[in-house]
C-alpha cells in the first residue's frame, strides 16, 4: 500500500485581500494532481512583525510564500528576511509592474488593492443601473426612499434616458411620471426635496416631441396625447406637485441629456458638500 504524500503548503500574502495572488496560486497548483497543495492567505499585510511571523512558519513547515506586496519596503523587507531564512517565495506581481515600467516609461503608484478598487466601481456603476431599471417610470414606489435622485416629470421630459445616463455616474436613480389623473406615491412627499428634481419643458418643445414620437410610433399625431392644450393642463399640474415637493427644477426644453444630467450632479453634490 503506497504512502500517501504530506501535503504541501503555500503562505500568499498580500497588502490588500490577498485575492489576486491566491487565484494565481491556486491556478498554479492545479497543475499538480499527485499531491495536496495547501494554501493560506495571509491578507492587510503592511508591517514587519507579521511578515516576521509567517517567514518562521514556512521555515517550520517548510513551505513557499507567494506575495503581491505592491509597496516597496514591505515588499523588499519580506524578500530580505525569506533569503536570510532559506524559504522559497515567488513574486507574483513584482516582475509585471517592472516591465510595463521600463516598457511604458511610466512610474507605478505603489498603492495596494487599486484593483478591489476597480472592480467596486464596476459593481457600482452595474447596482445602480439596475436600480434606474426597476425603479423607472414609477413601476415601484418603494425605490423613491431609496434613491440618491428622483427625477419628475411628465411624459416625454427624458426621465428614463437620464436615469440611465446618471446611474453610469454610480448614482441610484428613481423618476417618477406626472398625470393629473394619477395622484403623485406618497413616498415622493417624504423624501428629502434636495434629493428630488422637477424637469420643466416647455409646452411648444413637449407638443413637438410628443407629435413626433406618435408619427414614429406610426399612430395619429393629433391624439390627445400630443394636443397642445393637454399638454398645458399636464404642466399645471406639474407645477402644482413640484411646488409642494419644494424640489429643485431643471429647464430640459432643448437641452440635450448630458447637460441636464451634468446641471443635476452639479447641485446634487453641491448640496451633499454642505
Given at each position: 500500500?503506497?504512502?500517501?504524500?504530506?501535503?504541501?503548503?503555500?503562505y500568499?500574502?498580500?497588502?490588500?485581500?490577498?485575492?489576486?495572488?491566491?487565484?494565481?496560486?491556486?491556478?498554479?497548483?492545479?497543475?499538480?494532481?499527485?499531491?495536496?497543495?495547501?494554501?493560506?492567505?495571509v491578507?492587510?499585510?503592511?508591517?514587519?512583525?507579521?511578515?516576521?511571523?509567517?517567514?518562521?512558519?514556512?521555515?517550520?513547515n517548510?513551505?513557499?510564500?507567494a506575495?503581491?506586496?505592491?509597496?516597496?519596503?514591505?515588499?523588499?523587507?519580506?524578500?530580505?528576511?525569506?533569503?536570510?531564512?532559506?524559504?522559497?517565495?515567488?513574486?507574483?506581481?513584482?516582475?509585471?509592474?517592472?516591465k510595463?515600467?521600463?516598457?511604458?516609461?511610466?512610474?507605478?503608484?505603489?498603492?495596494?488593492?487599486?484593483?478591489?478598487?476597480?472592480?467596486?466601481?464596476?459593481?457600482?456603476?452595474?447596482?445602480?443601473?439596475?436600480?434606474?431599471?426597476?425603479?423607472?417610470?414609477?413601476?415601484?414606489?418603494?425605490?423613491?426612499?431609496?434613491?440618491?435622485?428622483?427625477?419628475?416629470?411628465?411624459?416625454?421630459?427624458?426621465?428614463?434616458p437620464?436615469?440611465?445616463?446618471?446611474?453610469?455616474?454610480?448614482?441610484?436613480?428613481?423618476?417618477?411620471?406626472?398625470?393629473?389623473?394619477?395622484?403623485?406615491?406618497?413616498?415622493?412627499?417624504?423624501?428629502?426635496?434636495n434629493?428630488?428634481?422637477?424637469?420643466?419643458?416647455?409646452?411648444?418643445?413637449?407638443?413637438?416631441?410628443?407629435?413626433?414620437?406618435?408619427?414614429?410610433?406610426?399612430?395619429?399625431?393629433?391624439?390627445?396625447?400630443?394636443?397642445?392644450?393637454?399638454?398645458?393642463?399636464?404642466?399645471?399640474?406639474?407645477?402644482?406637485?413640484?411646488?409642494?415637493?419644494?424640489?429643485?427644477?431643471?429647464?430640459?426644453?432643448?437641452?440635450?441629456?448630458?447637460?441636464?444630467?451634468?446641471?443635476?450632479?452639479?447641485?446634487?453634490?453641491?448640496?451633499?458638500?454642505?
Open positions: 500500500m503506497s504512502q500517501q504524500m504530506q501535503p504541501q503548503l503555500i500568499v500574502i498580500s497588502d490588500s485581500i490577498g485575492e489576486t495572488a491566491e487565484l494565481v496560486v491556486k491556478a498554479a497548483a492545479s497543475q499538480f494532481q499527485s499531491t495536496t497543495i495547501d494554501i493560506e492567505r491578507p492587510y499585510v503592511n508591517d514587519k512583525t507579521t511578515i516576521d511571523e509567517v517567514i518562521t512558519s514556512a521555515k517550520e517548510q513551505a513557499l510564500v506575495f503581491t506586496l505592491v509597496v516597496p519596503e514591505t515588499k523588499h523587507y519580506l524578500i530580505q528576511q525569506a533569503t536570510n531564512a532559506h524559504v522559497e517565495y515567488i513574486d507574483i506581481m513584482g516582475p509585471t509592474i517592472d510595463m515600467q521600463q516598457t511604458f516609461q511610466m512610474k507605478p503608484t505603489y498603492k495596494p488593492g487599486l484593483v478591489h478598487k476597480l472592480d467596486e466601481d464596476y459593481f457600482r456603476r452595474v447596482e445602480a443601473i439596475e436600480f434606474a431599471v426597476k425603479y423607472d417610470d414609477g413601476r415601484d414606489p418603494r425605490g423613491i426612499l431609496r434613491a440618491d435622485i428622483v427625477l419628475v416629470g411628465v411624459s416625454r421630459t427624458s426621465k428614463t437620464l436615469s440611465q445616463y446618471l446611474a453610469l455616474k454610480r448614482l441610484r436613480v428613481a423618476n417618477v411620471p406626472i398625470v393629473p389623473e394619477v395622484d403623485p406615491p406618497s413616498e415622493l412627499f417624504k423624501v428629502n426635496p434629493k428630488c428634481f422637477g424637469l420643466r419643458i416647455s409646452p411648444k418643445q413637449l407638443n413637438y416631441i410628443r407629435r413626433e414620437r406618435l408619427k414614429a410610433l406610426g399612430l395619429n399625431s393629433d391624439a390627445n396625447y400630443a394636443q397642445l392644450e393637454r399638454i398645458e393642463e399636464e404642466l399645471q399640474y406639474f407645477e402644482k406637485v413640484i411646488e409642494k415637493i419644494g424640489c429643485p427644477v431643471i429647464d430640459v426644453s432643448n437641452r440635450a441629456v448630458e447637460e441636464t444630467a451634468n446641471r443635476i450632479m452639479e447641485i446634487f453634490f453641491k448640496v451633499q458638500k454642505r
